[in-house]
């Protein structure tokens, strides 16, 4: 048993010692000063009923006094506060996950199969917080930070078929439905129709905002995009929580970006802050104009960083946070999210504290039993 002022008992215990030592001089000292001997009590000592009067009042005054001390020494042991040592179980820490998205059309098929597998992640979500950034030009919180899952989810699956709507404009339709030739087939124009109609409806929500000033500040800026989703947590720096952003991008800036910050910079920042990013990368296809992923691919126009360049830049700053990267098409999308979910960042800790509990129980217990004691011995020794 620890104490938190455990100097109260040897002190106290010294005071006790010399004032009880007092007390019972005192106390014999005075015995007869205000009373009166009497000679030939013989008679009255072998009485019954004296007899069990003197043994009663002993006795009581034995227990009194015992009570008394008891109490004292039960007094002091609540000043000196007991108490132990526990290791307490404050539950898990809970985690912040970031969607930190790239709406360029190349990422589409990558976009579109992530958010597949991170639907069904939610599901599996219990106390921790999901959010949805999506960046261009200009950062978007699609989904602010929150744990109501189904609002995530409907949210999500809106993302999703935006995606999906996109590369069924180029694949079924043919190049994303613009220009669309007066040859397509009567029975696909109904549903070119719908399907246009909707796309445009969830473009205005997703895209477009993203895309303000683009002519004047570029495209692709992941930097800015990084930065803006980091500061975009919660109570940021006042909540012990796993912070966590899955960087879904091509590392590519548009020749003519004027981004705000770098990646670099804004790694710098998440590293500084605890919160690690994992890359995931749409891989070689966006840099092979032979492969055209959905008929679109960057060449030397539209950037200044080849797949080797860009790979090597985004590993080397996701690993400052701690995080890592992951290709698609080297990974497949279940496998990269499968693989993120088991990485140290991600995984579920225990909140293990060591925490003083005061014990105050038996303190607490002696002295209500010598309180007892005391009343019941007091009313016995005076009837």
Same mark, same amino acid.
């Given at each position: 048993?620890?104490?938190?002022?455990?100097?109260?008992?040897? +002190?106290?215990?010294?005071?006790?010692?010399?004032?009880?030592?007092?007390?019972?001089?005192?106390?014999?000292?005075?015995? $007869?000063?205000?009373?009166?001997?009497?000679?030939?009590?013989?008679?009255?000592?072998?009485?019954?009923?004296?007899?069990?009067?003197?043994?009663?009042?002993?006795?009581?005054?034995?227990?009194?006094?015992?009570?008394?001390?008891?109490?004292?020494?039960?007094?002091?042991?609540?000043?000196?506060?007991?108490?132990?040592?526990?290791?307490?179980?404050?539950?898990?820490?809970?985690?912040?996950?970031?969607?930190?998205?790239?709406?360029? +059309?190349?990422?589409?098929?990558?976009?579109?199969?992530?958010?597949?597998?991170?639907?069904?992640?939610?599901?599996?979500?219990?106390?921790?917080?999901?959010?949805?950034?999506?960046?261009?030009?200009?950062?978007?919180?699609?989904?602010?930070?929150?744990?109501?899952?189904?609002?995530?989810?409907?949210?999500?699956?809106?993302?999703?078929?935006?995606?999906?709507?996109?590369?069924?404009?180029?694949?079924? !339709?043919?190049?994303?439905?613009?220009?669309?030739?007066?040859?397509?087939?009567?029975?696909?124009?109904?549903? $070119?129709?719908?399907?246009?109609? &909707?796309?445009?409806?969830?473009?205005?929500?997703?895209?477009?905002?993203?895309?303000?000033?683009?002519?004047?500040?570029?495209?692709?800026?992941?930097? /800015?995009?990084?930065?803006?989703?980091? !500061?975009?947590?919660?109570?940021?720096?006042?909540?012990?929580?796993?912070?966590?952003?899955?960087?879904?991008?091509?590392?590519?800036?548009?020749?003519?970006?004027?981004?705000?910050?770098?990646?670099?910079?804004?790694?710098?920042?998440?590293?500084?802050?605890?919160?690690?990013? $994992?890359?995931?990368?749409?891989?070689?296809?966006?840099?092979?104009?032979?492969?055209?992923?959905?008929?679109?691919?960057?060449?030397?126009?539209?950037?200044?960083? /080849?797949?080797?360049?860009?790979?090597?830049?985004?590993?080397?700053?996701?690993?400052?946070?701690?995080?890592?990267? !992951?290709? !698609?098409?080297?990974?497949?999308?279940?496998?990269?999210?499968?693989?993120v979910q088991k990485q140290k960042a991600m995984l579920v800790d225990e909140v293990i504290v060591n925490k003083d509990v005061d014990q105050? &129980?038996?303190?607490?217990?002696?002295?209500?039993?010598?309180?007892?004691?005391?009343?019941?011995?007091?009313?016995?020794?005076?009837?």
């Amino acid at each position: 048993m620890q104490y938190h002022n455990p100097y109260i008992l040897p +002190i106290g215990g010294a005071i006790f010692i010399v004032a009880y030592i007092l007390f019972r001089v005192l106390m014999r000292r005075r015995a $007869f000063r205000k009373g009166r001997k009497v000679a030939n009590t013989a008679l009255l000592e072998e009485n019954e009923v004296f007899r069990r009067a003197r043994r009663t009042h002993r006795i009581t005054s034995i227990i009194i006094e015992l009570c008394l001390i008891a109490g004292i020494f039960a007094s002091m042991g609540m000043i000196a506060r007991p108490y132990r040592t526990e290791n307490l179980n404050q539950g898990v820490r809970k985690r912040d996950i970031f969607l930190c998205m790239d709406n360029g +059309i190349y990422l589409d098929t990558l976009n579109e199969e992530l958010l597949d597998e991170l639907i069904q992640v939610v599901d599996g979500l219990e106390g921790d917080r999901f959010g949805v950034s999506i960046y261009c030009a200009h950062s978007l919180l699609y989904v602010p930070m929150t744990d109501d899952y189904s609002y995530i989810k409907k949210k999500l699956e809106e993302l999703q078929e935006y995606f999906r709507l996109v590369i069924k404009l180029d694949q079924v !339709y043919g190049a994303y439905g613009w220009n669309l030739s007066d040859a397509l087939p009567e029975s696909m124009k109904e549903d $070119f129709e719908t399907d246009l109609a &909707r796309h445009e409806d969830l473009r205005a929500e997703i895209v477009t905002p993203t895309y303000i000033n683009a002519h004047r500040k570029g495209y692709f800026l992941i930097g /800015d995009g990084l930065a803006s989703c980091m !500061y975009s947590f919660p109570k940021f720096g006042a909540e012990d929580r796993s912070r966590i952003v899955l960087l879904s991008t091509e590392n590519t800036n548009d020749v003519n970006a004027n981004p705000v910050v770098k990646l670099d910079e804004a790694c710098d920042l998440c590293a500084k802050n605890k919160v690690t990013v $994992f890359g995931l990368f749409r891989g070689e296809k966006a840099f092979n104009n032979t492969l055209k992923p959905n008929n679109v691919f960057i060449s030397s126009l539209e950037t200044d960083n /080849d797949y080797a360049t860009a790979r090597a830049d985004l590993e080397k700053n996701v690993k400052k946070t701690g995080g890592d990267i !992951y290709e !698609y098409g080297v990974m497949s999308v279940s496998e990269i999210i499968e693989d993120v979910q088991k990485q140290k960042a991600m995984l579920v800790d225990e909140v293990i504290v060591n925490k003083d509990v005061d014990q105050p &129980r038996i303190p607490v217990l002696v002295l209500t039993v010598a309180l007892v004691g005391f009343a019941i011995a007091s009313a016995v020794k005076g009837g």
